[in-house]
């Protein structure tokens, strides 16, 4: 089946801080791979997406990379702020002949918590 | 567009009470999903829809959850008779097939509490 895997949480980063997320994913076919983040009180929003093998998303300041070999989406950020503690959610969804199947699967979320 | 809309944003009520969520996602997509996210469990796909019909519902969690897509703008989820363990946040999410690495666009949630 699919699955998704990230890091265990929580994570406590300083301000100006470099952050890693560690994704990895098992799919029976060619997915697409998203980070979504999920401020408090709200609902889920994606931060950036690759769909197909070295793909970078980009975005506020994120990347990730699609990594086919070692079945791997980390998330990066360089310098992080106290605006970027979220939950961070690593998800794939299936493609076939250049169309989505819709349905999403999910990694568990990893907490992020950035001090001033 | 507005996003994805559900009502009601918070829902208190009582065990044994009946409880109907609802969405509207955005014009022109085709699917639509419910999740719940908790603490323990984090986020669990419950049912999702393509063109109003139900695709898989293998994550609702017993029959008194039930869930509705009478027409492209509208969904309901029911829980009857509801009870304390349902406590959670419901999200709903829309999105369009046709395109590669399509996005899910999330509502903001109903935060539910059985007391």
């Known amino acids: 089946g699919n699955s998704v895997t990230q890091m265990e949480g929580p994570v406590t980063l300083s301000e100006e801080a470099f952050l890693t997320i560690n994704c990895t994913y098992t799919?029976?076919?060619?997915?697409?791979l998203f980070w979504y983040v999920q401020y408090p009180g709200e609902g889920l929003q994606l931060l950036l997406k690759?769909?197909?093998?070295?793909d970078k998303g980009s975005n506020k300041g994120f990347e990730a990379t699609y990594r086919k070999e070692t079945t791997s989406f980390h998330l990066e950020k360089g310098s992080v702020q106290v605006s970027d503690s979220a939950v961070y959610f690593c998800?794939?969804?299936?493609?076939?002949?250049?169309?989505?199947?819709?349905?999403?699967?999910f990694g568990q979320g990893t907490i992020l918590t950035v001090h001033p | 567009d507005a996003g994805v809309i559900q009502s009601p944003r918070h829902e208190v009520t009582e065990m044994g009470q009946e409880v109907t969520l609802r969405c509207k996602p955005i014009?022109?997509?085709?699917?639509l999903f419910w999740y719940r996210q908790t603490m323990m469990r984090g986020l669990e796909l419950l049912i999702y829809?393509?063109?109003?019909?139900?695709?898989?519902d293998s994550g609702m969690p017993e029959d008194r959850f039930s869930a509705k897509m009478p027409n492209a703008s509208f969904s309901t989820l029911k829980i009857q008779p509801s009870e304390p363990r349902d406590s959670a946040v419901y999200f709903c999410?829309?999105?369009?097939?046709?395109?590669?690495?399509?996005?899910?666009?999330f509502g903001p949630g109903t935060r539910l509490t059985v007391l």
């Open positions: 999410a829309s999105s369009k097939r046709g395109h590669l690495g399509s996005e899910q666009f």
């Open positions: 799919a029976t076919g060619y997915p697409s």
């Open positions: 690759a769909t197909k093998a070295d």
């Open positions: 998800a794939l969804t299936l493609n076939a002949g250049g169309t989505s199947y819709g349905k999403l699967t």
């Open positions: 014009s022109g997509h085709d699917y």
């Open positions: 829809f393509n063109n109003n019909v139900p695709i898989d």
